[in-house]
Each structure stands twice: as C-alpha cells, then as structure tokens.
C-alpha cells in the first residue's frame, strides 16, 4: 500500500518571493497513476522533489502512509525515482546499474542475481545485461532506469519527465510500456510531464498545475470534457481550444454581428469568451455559418489543421478535419461554429460558465 497527501503544501526559494507551489492540497491513493502536467515552471517537479525528500518543504505537510515525512531523509521514504537524465553509472554494466540499490543494502548476491534476472525480463532487458550504458540506445537506457526503480519493491515510485529526451516514436513505445509496468507492479505511481498528450493517454488521474497552484484534478476524460477554467481548457488538447471574444444580449450570444444561438440558461448581459476545440470546428456545407477565408493549410495525412481567418470579426479559429476535405489556401467558406458543441468563459476570472452541451443552441 502507498498513499500520500499533500496539505498545503507550499515551497519557496532563498533567491525569490515567490511561491514556486502554493498550497497546494492533494490525495493520491494506493496503486493510482497520477501525472502532474503543466508548463515549464508551473511547480510540478518542485513538487516531485518534495514528496522524495530533495527539496525542503516550507510549509505545510506532506504524508506518505499517513506518516509525516516533512523532516524524514530521502533514503527513509521507502519510495523510488526515475529521473531525466537517467542518472545512470557509466562504469557498470546494466546488470550492476539494476541492482545498485540492492548491494548498497548489501543483499545476498543470489537474491541479487534472481531479481535482476526477474526485473530485466520485466524491462526487456535480458539480452543486454552485460552492456555498458554507451552500448545502449535512449529507450534502453530508459528501461535501466525504470529497472533500477522497480528492484527495490517499492509501492510508491516518482518519475521526473522520464521520456522528455527520446524522440517522439520511442516516446509513444515507452509510454506504453511504463502504462503496462504499473498495471504489473499495483504499484502507486507519481508522474511528471509538460506533455498533455503523456497526461492523457498514461494517467488515472491528472492533476494540472500553472505558477504554483493547482488548476483542476480529475480523470483524463474529466479534464479534457470538463475543464474548470480557460487555462486547463487550453493546456489539455492538441491543437489547443480556440478562444473567440463573444457577447450575450436579450439571451443570445454574438460572434461579431453573426448570431450563434441563444443561451439555454440566465446569463448577464456581458462579454464573454467561447471555446471551441479543432475537431469541433466545421466547414458548413449549407453555407450556414460564418464567412471565413483559409489562411494556410496543414496536412498531417488522415486530417487537415486549417487556420480560418472570420471575415468581418477580426478572430481566427483553427479547425480539424479529415484530409477528404478539398481546401486551399485562399479559399472562401463558411465555419460551422456550433455553440452546444463549446464553452463558455467569464472574460474576467477565466472560469468556466457553461460547458460542452450546456450552453444553448
């Protein structure tokens, strides 16, 4: 079992007056996935570093298994860690970087050699145990990693963006593998990325972090249907959301002059922000809609990315669409923008009005 909490837990550093994390409060049950996702600097490895002992807390508390961990050393977590850079001796064969941890507690050497034996197939590891980590590629090197971790038979393990220096299809192979690890091991895992696509496709439960503070928690399905404000609507989706400048008046919403629907619920007189993700985005084949000129055309195989300039507004919205489509830069057509299938935002405080399906039509 490994559970750990998090109760308002904040960090700051020497050199800034700041919060790096701001109170932040968060529960991770037993043999959960959890990926804390974000862009650079939002505090998620800060936060990594707190739950493993290498960064000192400055306030709150933090517990792992209901005991109190703020001033317990690194080694005393009963806990494991894969870091970037793989961290790797370069003087010793896979066999002997895999065990490292067990001979720095000095076990016999014939349990030693039964685990590695057991963690390298674990790993795929088996062929190359005698190598040196220069003999290997980066998704190997990877894998000693991950294997040195699990050796140890911990129930909790911390990974610190471990696929950020593969390129993109070792990537994808790997996330696979670390997915399919933690369905093996039962173990609690704690991961850490600025990939939303790694959040998504890895996670049980996403936690989304920006300048210190966490956005939303919830399921990958959660966080991509629901999010709680404009931030965490734009950070989780390849391409990002597009956000269109709107205005409600006698119960009905405006794109410009172009009238969108009518709001399904009480909403104040005011300007607002729709969102609307790529895939919802629409070239009108009954010319219902709003006019729009094609600004330039990506062609990603089965689908487009087409960049719409809205004639008239002033706005540009991206839409995703499949490659049967027949559109060219320059071409003149109207962008189906539905509004049950968009988010409403309050302009000032960025949060969530309506949702997806909640807004009208």
């Not at 959960?32 to 996702?37: G, N, P, S, T």
């Not at 064969?93 to 941890?101: H, K, L, Q, Y």
């Not at 405080?349 to 909640?358: A, I, L, N, P, Y």
Request: hydrophobic share 40%; proline share 3%; charged share 25%.
């Amino acid at each position: 079992m490994a559970t750990i909490e998090l109760k308002k837990l904040s960090k700051t550093y020497a050199d800034s007056t700041e919060l790096a994390v701001n109170q932040i409060d968060l529960t991770v049950n037993d043999k959960e996935f959890v990926v804390l996702v974000g862009p650079s600097g939002c505090g998620k490895s800060t936060t990594l570093r707190m739950i493993a002992g290498l960064e000192k807390i400055t306030a709150g508390e933090l517990y792992i298994d209901h005991q109190l961990m703020n001033y317990v050393k690194p080694e005393n977590r009963n806990l494991a860690m894969v870091f970037q850079n793989y961290a790797l001796f370069p003087h010793m064969t896979v066999a002997d970087n895999i065990a490292f941890g067990l001979n720095v507690r000095k076990t016999k050497k014939t349990i030693v050699k039964e685990k590695v034996a057991e963690v390298s197939k674990i790993v795929g590891l088996e062929d190359y145990l005698q190598r040196k980590p220069k003999e290997l590629s980066g998704g190997q090197k990877q894998r000693v990693a991950l294997g040195r971790a699990i050796i140890k038979d911990m129930n909790l393990i911390l990974m610190d963006e471990p696929l950020s220096n593969l390129d993109a299809k070792l990537r994808t192979k790997m996330r696979e593998e670390i997915t399919s690890l933690h369905r093996k091991l039962g173990a609690t895992m704690v991961y850490v990325t600025h990939d939303q696509v790694e959040a998504m496709t890895m996670a049980t439960k996403i936690v989304v972090l920006n300048k210190g503070i966490i956005q939303q928690v919830g399921t990958p399905l959660e966080i991509y249907e629901e999010p709680k404000n404009q931030f965490v609507a734009g950070f989780m989706g390849t391409p990002s959301m597009n956000f269109l400048d709107v205005t409600v008046v006698d119960g009905q919403i405006y794109l410009g002059s172009y009238l969108m629907g009518t709001v399904s619920e009480n909403l104040k007189e005011d300007r607002y922000t729709f969102g609307i993700r790529p895939e919802k985005v629409q070239i009108s084949k009954e010319g219902r809609g709003t006019p729009a000129k094609i600004e330039y055309v990506e062609r990603l195989g089965a689908e487009l990315l087409v960049h719409f300039s809205l004639e008239g507004i002033g706005q540009t919205v991206v839409g995703k669409i499949p490659a049967i489509e027949e559109v060219e830069q320059g071409d003149s057509v109207t962008v189906d923008l539905k509004l049950d299938q968009g988010y409403l935002f309050d302009t000032q405080t960025e949060e969530t009005v309506f949702s997806r399906g909640k807004i009208g039509g």
